[in-house]
């Protein structure tokens, strides 16, 4: 846990850059939650948003946002990160019940899974993320009633830094199965660093392992610098997404994984959005047509 000497850091954590992305995502979940077909519920997400001065104006609920659906931020892009939020919960889960008790979130930001999922017992959820941002979030949680559904273990490290030292160190055991997660992570990192995490992972994972992450295949990202998404995003709330992702090119970390022995499958938001009947499909200038989720399997020997 997160001491009381690590609390108290206020919204340091999620004041800019990539940290104020996961108040992004938190407002989104949020409005989720509130939708009558909602996909995935987070009943904590509208508190973070609530609790930090930069997003505290921001909407928690689709009657509050101008145009509705219609608005490119809250409408769009806010269905984009439920229906993303739904498949991963729902692949976490398989990957547990069939036996994968360890949880890694890597760059887990404001993510409440350890309270919300009905996870199967012995899990272990371990949250690796800034110092900041897991003091945030234990403010804003220490001040709800909260119930954990699997013991929960934050890890307060950068990924730039020594995280499977302090990943080890919390008790995390690179001998039994564990199921990793990298959401909304990697388009921030250098192909260096996603190919060293990449690496990592398969290092730690024994047989029975899995791990779910998200790419962008655009050659060049300023393509899209005008889709409405990007746009909406700026000028709404101030963040632009395209000067805080890594430009350079991506490296195969999917058929790297392949190579590996590792099973992996592809897709589009779109295949999701079509199974669910509930999310974003394709537009003209669309900058969510370069997205892809990953999903990777390790066979047990």
Same mark, same amino acid.
């Given at each position: 846990?997160?001491d009381?000497?690590?609390?108290?850091?206020?919204?340091?954590g999620?004041?800019?850059g990539?940290?104020?992305?996961a108040?992004?995502?938190a407002a989104?979940?949020?409005i989720?939650?509130?939708?009558h077909?909602?996909?995935?519920?987070?009943?904590y997400?509208?508190?973070?948003?609530?609790?930090?001065?930069a997003?505290?104006a921001?909407?928690?609920?689709?009657h509050?946002?101008?145009? =509705?659906?219609?608005?490119?931020?809250?409408g769009?892009?806010?269905?984009y990160f439920?229906?993303?939020?739904?498949?991963l919960?729902?692949?976490?889960?398989?990957?547990?019940?069939?036996g994968?008790?360890?949880?890694?979130?890597?760059g887990a930001?404001l993510?409440?899974?350890?309270?919300? %999922?009905?996870?199967?017992?012995?899990?272990?959820v371990f949250?690796?993320?800034?110092?900041?941002v %897991?003091?945030?979030k234990?403010?804003?949680l220490? =001040?709800?009633?909260?119930?954990?559904?699997a013991?929960?273990?934050?890890?307060?490290?950068?990924?730039?830094?020594?995280w499977? =030292?302090? %990943?080890t160190?919390a008790g995390f055991d690179?001998?039994?199965?564990?199921?990793?997660?990298?959401?909304?992570l990697?388009?921030?990192l250098?192909a260096?660093?996603?190919?060293?995490?990449i690496?990592?992972?398969?290092r730690?994972?024994?047989?029975?392992s899995?791990l779910?992450f998200?790419?962008k295949?655009?050659?060049?990202?300023?393509a899209?610098?005008d889709s409405?998404?990007?746009?909406?995003?700026?000028?709404?709330?101030?963040?632009? %997404?395209l000067?805080l992702?890594?430009?350079?090119?991506?490296p195969?970390?999917a058929?790297?994984l392949?190579?590996?022995?590792?099973?992996?499958?592809v897709?589009?938001?779109?295949?999701?959005?079509?199974?669910?009947?509930?999310g974003p499909?394709?537009?003209?200038?669309?900058?969510l047509? =370069?997205?892809?989720?990953?999903?990777?399997n390790?066979?047990?020997?």
């Open positions: 846990m997160v009381a000497a690590r609390r108290g850091t206020g919204t340091e999620v004041k800019g990539v940290g104020i992305t108040l992004l995502v989104a979940r949020a989720e939650t509130d939708r077909d909602s996909l995935a519920r987070d009943d997400a509208e508190h973070f948003v609530r609790a930090a001065p997003s505290a921001w909407p928690v609920r689709l509050e946002v101008p145009e =509705g659906d219609l608005n490119p931020l809250w769009r892009f806010a269905r439920g229906l993303r939020t739904k498949v919960d729902d692949f976490l889960l398989r990957s547990a019940h069939a994968a008790h360890q949880v890694v979130l890597l930001g993510d409440t899974r350890a309270f919300r %999922l009905d996870w199967p017992p012995g899990c272990v949250e690796i993320d800034r110092e900041g %897991l003091a945030f234990h403010d804003v220490d =001040g709800l009633a909260t119930t954990r559904k013991a929960r273990v934050p890890v307060p490290t950068d990924l730039r830094a020594d499977v =030292g302090a %990943l160190g690179a001998s039994a199965p564990s199921v990793w997660l990298a959401e909304g990697l388009f921030y250098p260096a660093a996603e190919t060293y995490l690496d990592t992972v398969d730690l994972s024994p047989g029975g899995a779910a998200e790419v295949l655009e050659k060049d990202l300023l899209y610098r409405p998404i990007y746009t909406s995003t700026k000028h709404q709330i101030g963040i632009d %997404l000067s992702f890594d430009g350079g090119p991506r195969d970390s058929g790297r392949t190579g590996k022995g590792w099973s992996t499958s897709h589009t938001p779109f295949d999701f959005t079509r199974r669910h009947g509930r499909l394709p537009e003209q200038n669309d900058a047509a =370069g997205n892809r989720w990953v999903f990777a390790r066979p047990r020997t």
